[in-house]
């Protein structure tokens, strides 16, 4: 599931680009569920991930607010844990010609845990265990579907290529589930391609 998952994501990430003008392409390293944030859970998933987005060009609207960025990505686990792919708007504040801030907003579909049941009394030891194992290694996020949420921090090194540090935290905000919500939290670096 997980590698048709990826390879899904992966085709998606590249094929658009050959279909549209793109404003941007970036690409990153992520620090995968960092221990020490408090958004999520922190932890049960730690490892490395990659970061794809295609940025198209903004909307043109008459103000920033209704000027953003569609885009679509996703974080590649390398380690085998939660991936996942989306879209979204991206909203960009130049605060020079040099340095600039995004948020970005979207909707993004993961191959993690929805739910994990707990152990039980009346279950074998083994099954308690495994659940317990399990609970404690994966992240539980209550939907398929979750909100994602980005700030990403840039500095243009040329008109052409920009570096940015960035987080992101994912979870469904207890408004597309009722489910656990223990949410993702990523902080990575990536290198931006603009056109």
């Given at each position: 599931m997980k590698t048709l998952f990826c390879a899904a994501a992966a085709a998606t990430i590249?094929?658009?680009p050959a279909a549209a003008s793109a404003d941007e392409i970036r690409l990153g390293a992520v620090a995968h569920d960092i221990d020490g944030l408090d958004a999520g859970v922190s932890g049960k998933e730690s490892g490395s991930a990659i970061n794809v987005e295609y940025?198209?060009?903004r909307f043109d609207g008459p103000n920033w607010l209704l000027s953003p960025h569609p885009y679509i990505g996703g974080n590649i686990h390398l380690e085998?844990?939660?991936s996942f792919g989306g879209a979204g708007l991206n909203w960009r504040a130049n605060f020079?010609?040099?340095?600039y801030v995004d948020f970005g907003f979207g909707l993004v579909v993961?191959?993690?845990e929805k739910e994990i049941p707990d152990a039980e009394p009346g279950l074998s030891p083994e099954e308690n265990a495994r659940r317990i194992r399990e609970n404690s290694e994966n992240i539980e996020f209550g939907s398929r579907i979750l909100f994602r949420e980005q700030l990403a921090l840039g500095?243009?090194?040329t008109p052409t290529w920009s570096g940015e540090v960035f987080y992101e935290h994912l979870s469904h905000g207890n408004i597309l589930s009722?489910?656990?919500n223990e949410g993702l939290d990523n902080v990575g670096v990536r290198?931006?391609?603009r056109f």
């Open positions: 590249l094929i658009a940025m198209w060009d085998g844990k939660t020079t010609d040099s340095f993961h191959d993690g500095v243009r090194m009722d489910g656990a290198v931006a391609r």
